[in-house]
């Protein structure tokens, strides 16, 4: 065992995975810039507010999962569990609420929850998020659920299915949950505690709970979709019209929740083809009326999504898919003479300014060992350099694939290589 390991529930992302998340990263911002979305870098910590809002209180994420630390200046702050309240308090803070509307924007960030890990949940974790920012039109909620199931296909995922809600807003909220209380009232007993106290703090979260005893009784709970008032109930069915024009196939699932109050209207989450458990949503989102005001702004719509990366890149191997194949290692000079060192620094100079790849080898090792060592590293070519070379001014070329050897000068081994 080594002294240190990385603290659970956060890992390395080892160069064998990095093709994953280049590939994830590349395609996420391909498919958000041809939705006219653009990218925006919040910072990793943020004022305690931003996240631990009175509004926010009565949820896991903010009461039980945020990192929560005073620095040497005494201020309160938080690593950031999610990215929509920093992504709208950059909104509010930088004006944006003067550009045309909505605004969009992109981002694949690492986010911190003190979380119980295992199988596809840690402790950081990254997600690619999209937000678009001041227009309630039902289209923009069509356009976000749109984007995140572009850049699924766009990695070949198959089989992921998605989950439709909407739960209303200001105005028809209140008297469904007065309903939901009703219905619950004389169930209490029978319910797990975290219910017990969700029932007086955040009755909506009852229907999402994943403890068993509270199961038997979703079934037959008032169903939210059931009571919007109009424009909610409009709202909702021209989102679902725009989503059957895009061949969007969706099911609506009636215990789909967010808890919180600046929730409003559609609330969507996307399912892996294999069942992965409990902890095995894609990505999720929703509409957030209400937060933009909460965080001191005009009332302004919002709606955005958050993927999890690594959650994304278990289900592409899971279905045998994979990046494109990296380029490989195109050169490995192989140094057979100890005075043929700084030429050898010179030819892979040259080299890499015509953007070839080059490693270059240990002139203290033998010529066999450089030569094995290009073999590992699966280098297409070898460039040998020793005295003979040196007072030729050439390099000795080798294709490592058929053993084809010849002497040339560097500017022809650049234009050969290059090519
Ligand atoms: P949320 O921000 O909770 O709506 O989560 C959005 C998405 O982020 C989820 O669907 C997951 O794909 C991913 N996610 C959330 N929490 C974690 C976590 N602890 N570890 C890994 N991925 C996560």
Redesign the pocket.
Known sequence: MPQFQAPRGVSDILPSDQPYWRWLRDTAARVAANFGYAEIQTPVFEHAGVFIRPGAEGTDLVDKEVYRFEDRGGDDLVLRP?GTAAVCRAYLEHGMQNLPQPVRLFYISSFF?Y?RPQA???RM?Y?FGAEAIGDGEPAVDAEVIDLLRSFFDALGLTGYRLLLNSIGDQNCRPAYIEKLRAYYADKLDRLCADCRARYVTNPLRLLDCKNEPCQPFKADAPKIADNLCDACAEHFATVKSLLEGLGIEYTIVPTLVRGLDYYTRTAFEFEPAADGGQQS????GGRYDGLIEQLGGKPTPGIGF???I??LILNLKRQELGPPELPRLNAYIAIADPAAQVRAVQVADALRRANVSVVAGAASRSLRAQLRHANQLNARHALVIGSEELASGTVNLRDLETSEQESLPLEAVVLRLSH
């Open positions: 999610e929850r979380d596809g949940r840690y974790f997600q949503a894609l990505g999720g958050g993927a999890g690594e959650r």
